[in-house]
């Protein structure tokens, strides 16, 4: 049997995500794009949602741990007056309830609420896992499944009144945070129900839409190689997938050490890791942690 040739395609695509497709389906287009199979996500996206999805691609796969932890910014359209079995747009209505007549500052004042560090009961229609099987595949088959509360942390949150039923949320969170389950208790503590009608991911921790390529131009380069230059012309090198670390610059004998999973004789910067560290060229060769009075290989990368 022949041996899978290795892709040469390391780094992190950034990808505004269209309304429909899921993220597998983004996931599978860029496999084709690019050529390989070695493509993750981090942080899902529901098919009603659009915006900010981070690919992970070769090398970049190590990284998915980091990346999957950071925060997230969005913005959403919340309708009253009707919650569905999904709290999005793409579910079936369960509840109906009239809209009371809204108050600004009291709208604000209730929001503000949500802010800090809470208990949230994710959405039915959620791939998380519960009793060893996922809550979406119990909720299609129609079992009743009790769905446990999480903590969550909401940072910021800001709710303008589009209509007297619409009202339109921006918010950054921390991972873990279902946007749908703020729409439905947010919609209970106005008085009345909700659901979500569009939902917007604008950053994923360093990464915005400034940085994202159209999702049309990923599907299209399936079948399309003018599409397909431009999907590898938007690629980020691996080191941007450590935006938001640390760097530290080694010397030959540690990168060495670095290389050969060594302990480094680097004393760490006061500020925490992990931290990414780099050889004499600036190349990413390995995500490091604290270890004594030195440094750790936590995962190590081989783009060549």
């Known amino acids: 049997m ?5 892709s040469d395609v390391h780094g992190v695509l950034v990808v505004d ?3 429909g ?3 597998h389906d983004v996931v ?3 496999r084709r794009a690019l050529g390989t199979r070695s493509i993750g996500h981090a ?3 529901d098919p009603m949602a659009t915006g900010v999805l981070v690919l992970a691609v070769g090398e970049g796969t190590k990284l998915v741990r980091w990346l999957t932890a950071d925060d997230k910014a969005y913005v959403a359209t919340l309708a009253l007056g009707a919650e569905t079995d999904t709290l999005d747009a793409e579910g079936e209505v369960v509840e109906r309830a009239e809209v009371p007549p809204l108050d600004d500052a009291e709208v604000q004042r209730i929001a503000a609420g949500f802010l800090g560090v809470g208990l949230q009961q994710p959405p039915v229609y959620s791939a998380i896992r519960v009793d060893g099987q996922r809550l979406h595949e119990a909720a299609r088959r129609g079992e009743d499944v009790e769905v446990p ?3 969550v942390r909401l940072d910021a949150l800001e709710v303008s009144r589009e209509a007297p039923d619409r009202l339109e949320l921006e918010l950054s969170c921390a991972k873990g945070f279902y946007v749908r389950s703020l729409g439905r208790d947010l919609a209970r503590a106005l008085g009345t129900v909700g659901h979500l009608v569009a939902l917007r991911r604008t950053a994923s921790g360093p990464f915005t839409l400034a940085d994202a390529l159209d999702g049309e131009v990923l599907r299209a380069a399936r079948e399309d190689d003018d599409a397909r230059r431009r999907v590898r012309g938007a690629m980020l090198p691996l080191l941007d997938a450590c935006r938001a670390m640390p760097r530290i610059a080694l010397d030959p004998r540690q990168v060495a050490d670095a290389r050969h999973g060594r302990p480094i004789a680097q004393p760490p910067p006061e500020a925490g890791g992990p931290y990414a560290l780099l050889d004499g060229d600036g190349a990413l060769i390995a995500i490091g942690d604290r270890a004594g009075d030195g440094l750790r290989v936590v995962r190590g990368l081989h783009p060549g």
């Open 28 to 30: 599978a287009w860029a």
């Open 21 to 23: 497709p899921t993220s």
């Open 17 to 19: 995500k269209p309304r």
């Open 149 to 151: 509360e999480r903590e």
């Open 43 to 45: 942080g899902t996206l």
């Open 2 to 6: 022949s041996r899978r040739r290795r």
